[in-house]
């Protein structure tokens, strides 16, 4: 079992940039591909990003891809979303998630079922 928080959430304008961090409880962080996803109040929650269990691949959903970069510190237990050029439409909570599935298929790493463990999220928000 993981535990994750998620911090880095705050207020940024426009253009701007943030990082979310996500502290991954336990032993075993290295064994779940980890994923970023965000929700906005009455929608379905939006996958992001996925990352392998060694890091060395990550997918991304087409509306952040270049602009969103996911990574991993499996000797920190944390994973990060670098996010620039931010948007107003970019103003939605932030989480993050742990799945113990494969990585193949890869588009399967988009939907939240394949994920076991999520944090309380983070909210972002930017002003335009």
């Known amino acids: 079992q993981v535990q994750l928080v998620e911090s880095g959430g705050g207020l940024v304008q426009a253009g701007g940039s943030l990082r979310l961090s996500c502290a991954a409880s336990?032993?075993?962080?290295?064994?779940?591909?980890m994923g970023w996803f965000r929700q906005a109040p009455g929608k379905e929650r939006e996958f992001l990003a996925a990352i392998s269990r060694g890091g060395g691949s990550t997918y991304y959903a087409d509306s952040v891809k270049g602009r969103f970069t996911i990574s991993r510190d499996n000797a920190k237990n944390m994973v990060y979303l670098q996010m620039n050029s931010l948007k107003p439409e970019d103003t939605v909570i932030y989480y993050c998630?742990?799945?113990?599935?494969?990585?193949?298929?890869?588009?399967?790493?988009?939907?939240?079922?394949?994920?076991?463990?999520w944090g309380q999220g983070t909210q972002v928000t930017v002003s335009s």
């Open positions: 998630a742990a799945s113990p599935k494969g990585w193949s298929p890869v588009v399967a790493l988009a939907t939240v079922s394949q994920y076991d463990y």
């Open positions: 336990g032993r075993t962080f290295s064994s779940y591909i």
